[in-house]
C-alpha cells in the first residue's frame, strides 16, 4: 500500500499526559498537512511542511503542540500535557509541491485521540 | 477569510432517488473547491475539484458538481445514489496560488434507505 499511513489508529491517554503521532506520507511527496477533526466538524488546518521546513502554523496550534519533520519524510506530532478539548481525530495529508496551481491532497486514516 | 457553508448537517435518501448536497463559500478570490467523502475508519477521499474552465465538474463514483459564481455555491449532485454512498462529505475551499490549506465546511451526513 503506497498511501498515506499514521500510528497509532487510536490513542487514550489521561489529562496530563504527553502523546506523539507519526505520519508516513506517500514516498515522493514533498508537502505534508495536519489537521485535527472534532466530532460535527470538517478538518480544520494545523499546520503544514515542505521537506523538513515547517511552513505555516494555524492559531489552533498552541504551545503545547509541536510537529516535526525532521528528513523530510515522516512527520510527528507531538501534544504535551493533554487536555480534554485535545481529543479528536488527527488527519494527515501530503501532496507533491505545486507550482502553479494545486496539487491534490491524499489523506491518512487518522489517528483518534480520547482524552480522559 | 475564507469559509464554507454546508447548511445539511444530515440527509436522507433512497435508493435510487437523485441526490444534491449544497456548498456555499466565502473566498476573496477565485479559490479552488472540492467535496471529499469520508467514509467511517476511511481517510478522506477526493470525490471531484474545480480550478476554473467548465463549471459543471464530473468525478468519480458518478458525482457532479456545478459551480455558480454568482451564488458562492458549489452543489454535489448525483442522479441515483446506491446504499454505498452513505458517508458524510465535505465541501472545501483551498487557495488560487500556492496550493496550502484547505478550509472544510461542517459535513453533510448522508443515509440511504434500501
Known amino acids: 500500500d503506497t498511501g498515506v499511513s499514521q500510528n497509532p489508529r487510536h490513542k487514550i491517554t489521561k489529562r496530563g499526559q504527553n502523546v506523539t503521532f507519526r505520519c508516513d506520507p506517500i514516498s515522493e511527496h514533498n508537502r505534508l498537512y495536519w489537521y485535527r477533526q472534532t466530532l460535527g466538524q470538517g478538518p480544520e488546518f494545523l499546520t503544514y511542511?515542505?521537506?523538513?521546513?515547517?511552513?505555516?502554523k494555524s492559531r489552533l496550534l498552541s504551545d503545547r503542540f509541536s510537529a516535526e519533520r525532521p528528513k523530510g519524510s515522516f512527520s510527528t506530532l507531538e501534544i504535551q500535557r493533554t487536555e480534554q478539548g485535545d481529543s479528536a481525530m488527527y488527519l494527515c495529508?501530503?501532496?507533491?509541491?505545486?507550482?502553479?496551481?494545486?496539487?491534490?491532497?491524499?489523506f491518512g486514516p487518522g489517528t483518534r485521540l480520547t482524552v480522559l | 477569510a475564507q469559509s464554507v457553508t454546508q447548511p445539511d448537517i444530515h440527509i436522507t435518501v433512497s435508493e435510487g432517488a437523485s441526490l444534491e448536497l449544497r456548498c456555499n463559500y466565502s473566498y476573496g478570490a477565485t479559490p479552488y473547491l472540492f467535496w471529499y467523502v469520508q467514509s467511517p475508519g476511511q481517510g478522506l477521499q477526493l470525490l471531484l475539484k474545480?480550478?476554473?474552465?467548465?463549471?459543471l465538474v464530473q468525478g468519480i463514483k458518478g458525482f457532479e458538481a456545478e459551480f455558480k459564481r454568482s451564488q458562492s455555491s458549489f452543489n454535489l449532485r448525483k442522479p441515483s445514489v446506491h446504499w454505498s454512498d452513505a458517508a458524510e462529505y465535505f465541501c472545501?475551499?483551498?487557495?488560487?496560488?500556492?496550493?496550502?490549506?484547505?478550509?472544510f465546511g461542517t459535513g453533510t451526513q448522508l443515509k440511504v434507505e434500501l
Open positions: 472545501a475551499v483551498g487557495p488560487f496560488l500556492g496550493g496550502n490549506k484547505l478550509t
Open positions: 511542511f515542505q521537506n523538513e521546513a515547517q511552513l505555516e
Open positions: 474545480y480550478f476554473s474552465g467548465d463549471t
Open positions: 495529508a501530503s501532496s507533491s509541491a505545486p507550482g502553479l496551481g494545486y496539487n491534490e491532497q491524499f
